[in-house]
């Protein structure tokens, strides 16, 4: 190999920047008239200009170059690669044409042509094509899944587009749209206002739905991205607006979903009674979310939900709830305190409104502080406030304190205990329907939490068994208002909560009385397994003004347990029950499975409740629920979904839903299909059968 640095001194005097030009070749010749002719193995770097090429000729007189044969030409400033047959550019790379080339930007984005020709940052190609699939296989050119061909493309490193004019979009080179001209991101900006895959759907009601989504790139942090879903069987358009704000503080997300039903529409659903029936044509949705992080430890956050009526819901929203909550929350988070200043209003849909009953709390206050006395004992202050609306017909305010002194005793044994004194004072106010009454009360809470855990080991196995015994005295009847609202729901037993001291959550109501919690946890451990396993029951020395369905009404609650195994390889097992006391009938059980092997993922869950409803021991719940996704091969995956929610009821015929979801999904080097079946079936007086056929296919690099 010859290292030319003749060269370098012959072109100092001519050219400004030679010196920091540097040409290899294995073989070079130089003629008396200046030109420099060069031979194999050429290789070229000017500043951020990289050349490679088998022939290269130099002309003095005209200051460029002229390469052939496996020409490459490369600019680390502006990403991009450049392969011909032939090429000439002037000596600083500046200008260059190009014969038979493909152009490959950093993001394996592919611009080929017969004649390509750069101008600084400007590349601009006659009668080309561009793709993201791969354009060669084995040395040779190969029609791609999907490219643009154009009379002229502009590719300007400056801009933010790449420019087509007179374009036809072809999938398996057969042309399906024209277009006279059209841009898109380039590949280097990240986003970019345009239009984004389109979707068709079938719906059984709504017949073949085709959404068009355009994204509008307003500013670095802030876009609006807009969703017209044509409805072709029926003539009408579902508008959908989304609009996004990011700050270095906040994150807003505002949702806004309209639908004017034509005639046509409106007819159809009042006919087959498929939703609620009403006289308004204007459906709309309302959501807004918003995450504000404010100075020393403040966030404001809010979450809002408003829609027309119940009737979009139904018609519009595949799974939606009969009970809606919005709230503009404002807390501080510490080590030491907690402070909660928000208001909540709740809109909940019945069986024969089609406008929701509303229902506030406004304001809702929560305070808590936690110090470290002598004798490491732990204060914990609450205090909670709360004013209830419903319907400006109901208005509730409760006002709660209370201060928790404990402390944490090891005996030598190796027994825990944990005992503490809770007093709590209450002001409640009620007035319903033009009748008022109020009163204030207070108790004192007597606690005493023990656990004793006993550790043995074999060879292989590890064991843990933690007994546990709670012992709680509060008085009898504190419970003097004898009213509850949605700011306490009523007790529901479980494994979580059997050994806490107060079974009610909220605030306007207490579990009362002398009782007693006890259960014990064992567990297993070894190298390939970590085995669970918890019971638990309750004792209560009076029966307690709360539902049947609680099971802590009598005496004796009723039984609760858990058992789990886990797996290294993220396998789980779980099995969740309730013994009713009486008779030990299991009446609620939860049964959960997931497997996850390689790209093979399972999960199960099931779900069979009995409920307690006064008159009937058949009143009944079941849910399943099913997730499969395997993959067929290393571009093809599978997936399925489940859900079967079964309510029967006594005093009237068996209601619920199934659903199902399946799709294909197919992963090309430059395309990707998405191919999804869902049906739902409502099983109600009027039983509704609904379908989604959605094909849908992903171009990368569009």
């Not at 601009?124 to 791609?144: D, E, Q, V, W, Y």
């Not at 991205?225 to 989304?242: F, K, L, Q, V």
């Not at 709230?327 to 988070?333: F, G, R, V, W």
């Not at 992963?667 to 959605?694: A, H, M, R, V, W």
């Amino acid at each position: 190999m010859i290292r030319i640095f003749v060269l370098t001194i012959l072109l100092k005097s001519s050219i400004i920047f030679a010196a920091n030009m540097n040409i290899e070749a294995d073989e070079l010749t130089l003629n008396p008239n200046g030109t420099i002719i060069a031979k194999d193995n050429i290789k070229i770097n000017y500043l951020e200009h990289n050349l490679k090429a088998n022939i290269l000729k130099y002309n003095k007189n005209k200051n460029s170059y002229a390469a052939s044969d496996n020409v490459i030409y490369n600019n680390k400033t502006l990403n991009y690669s450049l392969y011909a047959d032939d090429l000439t550019s002037l000596s600083d790379f500046s200008k260059l044409k190009a014969k038979n080339a493909v152009v490959i930007t950093n993001q394996n984005s592919y611009i080929s042509a017969k004649h390509i020709k750069k101008n600084f940052t400007k590349i601009n190609a006659n009668n080309a094509r561009f793709t993201n699939c791969r354009i060669c296989k084995n040395g040779k050119l190969i029609t791609p899944i999907w490219q643009v061909s154009a009379k002229n493309i502009e590719y300007d490193q400056n801009e933010t587009n790449i420019k087509f004019k007179h374009a036809f979009f072809k999938l398996y080179n057969i042309p399906i749209l024209y277009s006279p001209l059209f841009s898109y991101p380039a590949p280097n900006i990240k986003k970019q206002s345009g239009f984004l895959t389109p979707s068709i759907n079938k719906n059984s009601n709504l017949g073949y739905l085709v959404t068009i989504p355009y994204f509008y790139n307003i500013a670095p942090n802030y876009d609006l991205t807009y969703r017209p879903t044509i409805m072709t069987s029926h003539d009408n358009i579902h508008h959908e607006a989304e609009f996004r704000y990011l700050t270095e503080n906040s994150q807003s997300k505002l949702q806004f979903n309209y639908v004017k039903e034509n005639k046509d529409l409106a007819s159809y659903f009042k006919d087959r009674a498929i939703s609620s029936n009403d006289n308004h044509n204007n459906k709309w949705l309302l959501k807004f979310t918003n995450n504000l992080r404010l100075s020393n430890n403040y966030n404001l956050e809010a979450n809002i939900f408003e829609t027309s009526d119940k009737a979009y819901l139904e018609r519009y929203q595949s799974n939606y709830l009969n009970l809606y909550k919005s709230n503009i929350n404002l807390n501080n988070i510490t080590d030491k305190q907690e402070f909660y200043l928000s208001t909540t209003k709740f809109n909940e849909f019945n069986s024969t409104n089609i406008k929701a009953d509303s229902q506030y709390n406004l304001p809702e206050i929560s305070y808590i502080k936690s110090y470290i006395l002598k004798n490491k004992v732990n204060l914990e202050h609450k205090l909670n406030f709360y004013n209830y609306n419903a319907s400006n017909v109901v208005d509730r305010q409760n006002f709660k304190y209370s201060a928790y002194f404990k402390q944490d005793h090891i005996t030598k044994n190796g027994l825990l205990l944990n005992y503490g004194i809770k007093p709590e004072a209450r002001f409640y106010y009620n007035d319903e329907q033009n009748k008022s009454s109020s009163h204030i009360d207070s108790n004192v809470t007597l606690i005493l939490n023990s656990k004793y855990p006993l550790m043995a080991q074999s060879k292989t196995n590890k064991f843990l068994i933690t007994p546990n015994v709670n012992f709680i005295v509060s008085p009898k009847n504190s419970n003097s208002s004898k009213v509850t609202n949605l700011n306490s729901a009523n007790a529901t037993l479980n494994y979580s909560n059997v050994n806490s001291n107060n079974k009610i959550s909220g605030t306007d109501l207490y579990e009362e009385g002398m009782r007693i919690n006890y259960g014990i946890n064992k567990q297993i451990f070894n190298e390939y397994l970590k085995f669970s396993n918890f019971i638990g029951q309750a004792y209560n020395f009076s029966t307690q003004e709360v539902s049947r369905s609680s099971g802590i009404k009598e005496k004796f609650s009723d039984i609760v347990g858990i058992s789990s195994i886990d797996f290294p390889n993220k396998h789980s097992i779980k099995y969740q029950y309730k013994l009713r006391e009486s008779d030990l009938n299991p009446y609620e059980q939860f049964f959960a499975v997931s497997l996850n092997y390689k790209k093979f993922k399972l999960q199960l869950s099931h779900l069979n409740n009995k409920l307690h409803l006064v008159g009937s021991s058949k009143n009944k719940e079941k849910f399943l629920n099913a997730t499969l996704e395997f993959p067929l091969s290393d571009k093809i995956t599978f997936s399925s979904k489940y859900q079967k929610n079964l309510l029967a009821k006594s005093y009237s015929k068996n209601s619920g839903s199934i659903s199902s979801s399946n799709s294909l999904t197919i992963k090309g080097q430059c395309l990707d299909y998405i191919i999804t079946f869902d049906k739902d079936f409502i099983n109600t007086s009027n039983s509704e059968n609904n379908y989604n056929i959605n094909f849908t296919f992903s171009l990368k690099g569009l």
